[in-house]
Structures are given as structure tokens and as C-alpha cells.
């Protein structure tokens, strides 16, 4: 497996070599956030990479969201891009050392993006950022990409055994209004944090 490091990271977006980027906000995660009613919600996108969910998001009214992402590279462009976006509420740096708790975690190909090894890592790092009661929703690939290097996919079961002791499964299944090219191939998930152990 390549080394998958900042550097490779940077060298992706100032090459603009992100083929999982579609250039807009994800219908699937816009028809959520349009459902949210609390604008309060503290809200993260890890590995915000070119950021339209985040402009999404602030657009629709929220105005506690933080963007993050390894990546200087992507953290300039978004900047760039959106230059209405708080700038104090923009974090490049590493995920699993980030710190501060939410209400809500977006994930759009994060996943993916980290090495299998480290998966169970990242499942325990999302529970730790998240308060009582807070979610962790979003898509995930459902097949195996059989790739060196991003994006690492996987298979429902995959994420349902990471993932299943620390959560309530809300929602998880077959997204219907994926874009026409992953239609059949993304799932939807809503995963709601338990509290010592028990469903909430």
C-alpha cells in the first residue's frame, strides 16, 4: 500500500485528481440537511475536501459547522471558493486529532479514505467527537474498490461490524437518490451514538 500522507493528499487536489468529487453538494445529503430543523446543531464534515456540503449547510441557515481536512491544499481552495465561510470554523489538520464534541458528523467518502487498518480507529474517534444522542450520517461506497490507495471501499457487513457496538442503526440501505453514475451503489446510513451501551 502507497503511503497515503499529506503530501499525497495535496498532490491530489492541486492536481484535481478526486475521482469521487461531483462538483455540487450531494443530493442525498441536501435532502437530509433540508429535513433538520435545529440550526443550532453543531455540525462536522471531516475531510470537507472541496467543501459544497459545507457551503450547503451554512447556506441553509447553520451557523455552528466546522470543515476539516488534512489536506492544505483543499483547506486553500475551499477558502477560495467560499470566502463567506467563517474562517475560524475552517480546521486543517489530522482527524483523529481533532477535539471538540457535535451534534452531527457528515460523511461523504472520509471513509473511504482511510486505510482499512485504521478503520476501527475511526469508528471509535467518531463516537468520541459526538455528544449523547449525536449522529454520525451520511454515504458510504457498498463494494470493494480492490484498490492500493483511496477509495478504500467495502461492504455493508464491513461497516455494520465497526460500527454496530457504539450505534443505533436509524437508517441504513440502498440510497435512492444517489447521482445517476452511483445509482445502486451508495448506502445511506443514520447512526444515532448509544449511551452505556444501550439504544437511546
Not at 100 to 127: M, V
Request: glycine share 8%; proline share 4%; with cysteine.
Amino acid at each position: 500500500m502507497m503511503n497515503i500522507n499529506k503530501s499525497y493528499w495535496n498532490k491530489l487536489y492541486i492536481n484535481n485528481a478526486l475521482g469521487w468529487d461531483i462538483g455540487y453538494a450531494s443530493p442525498p445529503i441536501k435532502q437530509y440537511i433540508d429535513q433538520l430543523i435545529d440550526k443550532n446543531l453543531k455540525i462536522l464534515i471531516p475531510g470537507g475536501g472541496n467543501g459544497y456540503e459545507a457551503d450547503y449547510i451554512l447556506k441553509k441557515g447553520f451557523k455552528n459547522i466546522r470543515y476539516l481536512d488534512y489536506s492544505e491544499s483543499a483547506v486553500s481552495s475551499f477558502k477560495k471558493k467560499f470566502p463567506e465561510f467563517p474562517a475560524e470554523q475552517i480546521f486543517c489538520e489530522d482527524f483523529f486529532e481533532h477535539q471538540n464534541h457535535y451534534d452531527l458528523i457528515i460523511e461523504l467518502a472520509f471513509f473511504t479514505s482511510i486505510i482499512p487498518e485504521q478503520r476501527g480507529l475511526l469508528a471509535q474517534k467518531i463516537f468520541d467527537l459526538l455528544n449523547i444522542g449525536g449522529k454520525y450520517v451520511g454515504l458510504f461506497f457498498n463494494h470493494e474498490f480492490k484498490l492500493n490507495e483511496p477509495p478504500f471501499g467495502a461492504i455493508k457487513e464491513t461497516y455494520l461490524e465497526l460500527l454496530i457496538d457504539k450505534f443505533s442503526v436509524k437508517t441504513f440501505g440502498t440510497s435512492y437518490n444517489s447521482i445517476k453514475p452511483r445509482a445502486g451503489r451508495e448506502l445511506f446510513f443514520i447512526f444515532q451514538k448509544l449511551e452505556n451501551g444501550k439504544y437511546l
